[in-house]
């Protein structure tokens, strides 16, 4: 099993910054990816981003491109998402997703996701 804990969300005015972590615990398979989805109430969940464990292959949704990116730290496990010039639309609860064993560079869909954390809530006020 995969325990998935998220840190980092708060409340930022417009054109600021934040930077969630995902810490990883339990055991992960060697080749799998991590992603970044999030969420409004009402709304379907929606990618943010994503990253290939083993070879560090960045995917990332049209809407954050230029303005997120996803790192990990592989020696610890955790997954970040550095997050800058935030908008009012970027408002929303964030949620860290780890894949199973996972062998390609392909961008993950989202039936590859098999755990899930609880999620991390961001505001951006205008």
């Known amino acids: 099993q995969v325990q998935l804990v998220e840190s980092g969300g708060g409340l930022v005015q417009a054109g600021g910054s934040l930077r969630l972590s995902c810490a990883a615990n339990g055991r992960t398979f060697s080749r799998h990816a991590m992603g970044w989805f999030r969420q409004v109430p009402g709304k379907e969940r929606e990618f943010v981003a994503a990253i290939i464990w083993s070879g560090g292959r960045t995917f990332y949704a049209d809407s954050v491109k230029g303005r997120f990116t996803i790192s990990r730290d592989y020696a610890k496990n955790t997954v970040f998402l550095q997050m800058n010039s935030l908008k009012p639309e970027d408002t929303a609860v964030y949620h860290c997703?780890?894949?199973?064993?996972?062998?390609?560079?392909?961008?993950?869909?989202?039936?590859?996701?098999?755990?899930w954390g609880q999620g991390t809530q961001v505001t951006v006020s205008s």
């Open positions: 997703a780890c894949t199973g064993a996972y062998h390609t560079d392909l961008e993950p869909r989202g039936s590859d996701y098999n755990y």
